[in-house]
């Protein structure tokens, strides 16, 4: 998911790469006739880029997903959710 979200990104001259555009997944499990089963996947990215790229990264966050792969295949099976938390560059720790 990181990676379409990134690629559309880019497609709108908006950088995504060298370290801008970062993640944490976290995993809800869940216990299933005494399986382990995965219900719950999210996905909290974080981007450095100027408060102006805003409604361009806002919009892209609404429809990327369904043109991700890993999202298409495992949707139905496991409620997949992302967020995108900007962070402006003069905040930013240094990136490489």
Known sequence: MLGT???ALEARQIEAGGGRLT???TGEVETEEGVLV???IHVAMR???PEDTRPT???VHGVYAMR???YRTLHRAIALS???ELIEPS????IP
């Open 47 to 49: 981007l450095t880029s």
């Open 91 to 94: 905040d930013a720790r240094s």
């Open 38 to 40: 995965i219900r719950r």
């Open 57 to 59: 990264i806002d919009r």
């Open 68 to 70: 991700c792969p890993l």
């Open 5 to 7: 979200f990134g690629g």
């Open 82 to 84: 992302s967020s995108v």
């Open 23 to 25: 993640a944490d997944v």
